[in-house]
């Protein structure tokens, strides 16, 4: 009796239980699988972004070093903007596309040497040195509506100069302050110089990543140690030709 309990009571089992599956829902289950985030270089100031969902950003690569004439075995300029750059001149670790980097170039135009030649389009800056050669520079210009060309002369230069915007600017945007001192945090950076009786100059800037863009209101800017390198070779009278 005892051995056919067994084999009964499993049959009855397993009927209950198909009896019972008719009434379960034909959808399966859902599962959650919770993946870790990724996380990229150093958490840094994107820490917070990570706490919070995002994802720490990842710090820029330096540029690559840049050559004025490498058939000559020239030393670089300068090889990035990390630690070789005074932080108080460029954020460490700004990054610039290499074709803006300062570099000796060929040059064919007809201009004297000591000549500033800014091909806006391109956005270079050229200055004209002996014997078909020149130094180029990476430059932002005018947004636009803003940009313009014409002759000029370098009328004066100042070191960490004062910003003080035209009455156009302040118009257009009223919550600019109407003055700031000299310093890391002033829009014209560490040199400034001017051009004619324009309210236009060539200058710095504390923003170097806009380089290469069309961001300004007019004015030429410069990474800060470019301005600083330009403004040692350019005189006062010094012609500036706008293209």
Known sequence: MSRLFFPVLAVGVLASSLASAQYLPSTPPMVVMQTQPEI?????????????????????????????????????????????????????????????????????????????????????????????????????VGRPGFTWSGSHKVSSKKEWPDWVPPPEMLQRQPNLPHFMAGGPNNPLGARAMYLGSTLYRIHGSNEPWTIGQNVSSGCIRMRNVDIIDLYERVKVGSKVVVL
Do not use: C, K, N
Request: hydrophobic share 35%.
């Open 40 to 140: 990229r270089g150093s958490l840094g100031g994107g820490f917070v972004e990570f706490l919070f969902g995002g994802r720490a950003q990842q710090q820029p690569a330096p540029p690559p070093r840049i050559y004025p004439d490498q058939s000559q075995g020239a030393q670089p300029l300068y090889a990035s903007t990390g630690s070789a750059v005074d932080p108080m001149l460029e954020p460490p670790g700004t990054a610039i596309d290499p074709q803006f980097m300062r570099q000796e170039v060929a040059y064919d135009g007809t201009e004297e040497p000591g000549t500033v030649v800014i091909d806006t389009p391109s956005h270079f800056l050229f200055l004209v040195l002996p014997a078909g050669r020149a130094l180029r520079y990476g430059i932002g």
